[in-house]
C-alpha cells in the first residue's frame, strides 16, 4: 500500500481509502465487519462512513469492526445534510455517530454535501452547522474538520481558499476530471487533504468498459483497477475512496496501487483529449447545470438518469431508493414534476443533454 501525506494534518493514509457505503443487505454487522478488518489487513486506513449508508447500517458496521482492528485506522464520517441545519443539530449527529463508532474521537469529520457557492455559505454562517462542528473539535471530539462537496471545480477552488476546512472529499474520475481538475489543484495548493469519491462514476466507467478501455496500460489489469489508478496516481489525490463490500472486492482494489507510477500531466492530457463525442449520453455530473430557477438537483437527477441509459428502468428504480435512503434525495426536495421547462440547464449543459425530456421521463417512471 502506499500513504500519503493528508494535507497538514500529519496523518499519513492509505492512497486507496475504504468506502463503507457497500455492504451487501445480506450480511450480518458481523459478516461485514470482517470485510473492513481485511483491508485493514492489507494495509488500508482510512476508513470512510456515514450516517444512512447502507440503510444506516454502516457506522455500526464499522463500530463493530473498530473493537477489534488489526492495525490503526483513521476515520471519517458525516454531518450537516439539510435536515441539520444549525450547530446544535450538527453536535447532536456527531455525539450520535461517535457512540455508534465507539470511539471518543472522529478524526476527519466532514461537513456533508455541500452543494455550491451559496450553500457553503449557509454552512459557515454564524450558527450555521459549521460552527457546531468546531465547537465538538475545539472539545476534542474532532480532529480535523472538512467538507465534500458536489460544486464545480471553479467553486471549490474559493470554498479551498477561506481556511476554514482542512481537507476536501469530491467526486473525481476519468469521465468527469476536466470539471474537477481546477478544484483538485486548488485544494492541494492551499494545504488541503483532497480525498476524491465515485473513481467509477457511480458505475458508468466499468459499465462502459470497451469505451474506456484506452485508460487500461497493464496486462491483466481490470477496468475498475485502471480507474482506481488514475486517481490513486496523481500527485495532489490523497486518498482515492472505492466503494467495498466483500473481501474480494478489497483484494481486487489494493492491487490497484501496486507498481504506481505518478501520472505526468502529458498522460492526463493524452487521456483528456480521448474522452470523445460519444459520451453524450450520459450526464458526467460536471454540475455545471445547477442554475434552476426552482431548485432542481439536476446533477443528481441526470446522474440517476445515467442508469437508465445503461441499465434501465429497474436498476434506476434502485438508484432512486439507495438516494433517498441516504437521504441524497428527501422528500422536501424540488422534484422532477417541479420543472417549468425554461431551458436554462440545457444551455448551460456541457454534454448537451436533453434536461428536460429527461426529468420529465423520471417524472413519470419513478
Ligand atoms: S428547464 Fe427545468 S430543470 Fe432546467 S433550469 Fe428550467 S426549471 Fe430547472
Ligand atoms: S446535466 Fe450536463 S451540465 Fe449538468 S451535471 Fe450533467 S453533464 Fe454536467
Known amino acids: 500500500m502506499i500513504y500519503k501525506e493528508y494535507g497538514k494534518t500529519g496523518k499519513k493514509v492509505s492512497a486507496i481509502g475504504f468506502g463503507g457505503m457497500r455492504f451487501p443487505d445480506s450480511y450480518s454487522i458481523e459478516e461485514a465487519a470482517e470485510v473492513v478488518r481485511h483491508a485493514s489487513r492489507l494495509g488500508i486506513n482510512y ?82 452547522p459549521y460552527w457546531g462542528a468546531l465547537k465538538a473539535k475545539e472539545e476534542g471530539l474532532i480532529e480535523h474538520l472538512v ?117 505526468s500531466e502529458a498522460k492526463i492530457l493524452e487521456i483528456k483529449s480521448k474522452l470523445k463525442n460519444d459520451m453524450n449520453q450520459l450526464c458526467t455530473t460536471c454540475q455545471y447545470c445547477k442554475k434552476c430557477p426552482k431548485d432542481i438537483d439536476i446533477p443528481v437527477f441526470m446522474e440517476l438518469y445515467n442508469m437508465n441509459v445503461l441499465k434501465g428502468l429497474e436498476a434506476t428504480q434502485q438508484k432512486y431508493a439507495e438516494l433517498k435512503d441516504w437521504n441524497i434525495i428527501k422528500a422536501e426536495d424540488p422534484m422532477p414534476k417541479d420543472c417549468i421547462a425554461c431551458g436554462k440547464c440545457e444551455k448551460l449543459c456541457t454534454q448537451h443533454l436533453d434536461i428536460i425530456a429527461r426529468l420529465k421521463w423520471l417524472e413519470v417512471n419513478l
Open 47 to 128: 476508513f470512510d462512513t456515514a450516517p444512512f449508508y447502507c440503510h444506516d447500517r454502516s457506522e455500526d458496521i464499522m463500530g463493530e469492526a473498530f473493537k477489534d482492528m488489526p492495525n490503526p485506522f483513521y476515520v471519517s464520517t458525516k454531518s450537516g445534510l439539510g435536515n441539520e441545519p444549525d450547530a446544535d443539530a450538527v453536535r447532536k449527529r456527531i455525539e450520535n455517530s461517535l457512540r455508534r463508532l465507539g470511539l471518543s474521537k472522529i478524526t476527519f469529520h466532514h461537513m456533508w454535501c455541500i452543494m455550491d457557492l451559496a450553500h457553503y455559505r449557509k454552512v459557515i454562517a454564524p450558527g450555521g
Open 147 to 263: 467538507f465534500s462537496t458536489h460544486a464545480t471545480g471553479e467553486e471549490i477552488a474559493i470554498m479551498v481558499k477561506e481556511g476554514y476546512f482542512e481537507g476536501v472529499t469530491l467526486g473525481y474520475n476519468i469521465a468527469n476530471f476536466p470539471y474537477r481538475q481546477v478544484g483538485v489543484q486548488a485544494a492541494y495548493e492551499a494545504g488541503l487533504g483532497v480525498v476524491t469519491m465515485n473513481p467509477l462514476g457511480g458505475g458508468l466507467i466499468p459499465q462502459n468498459e470497451e469505451y474506456f478501455s484506452f485508460i487500461k496500460d497493464r496486462e491483466n489489469e481490470s477496468i475498475t483497477q485502471a480507474a482506481l489508478r488514475f486517481n490513486v496516481s496523481h500527485e495532489a489525490i490523497t486518498v482515492t475512496l472505492a466503494g467495498m463490500g466483500t473481501i474480494e472486492e478489497v483484494e481486487h482494489n489494493v492491487k490497484a496501487t501496486e507498481n504506481l507510477e505518478i501520472l
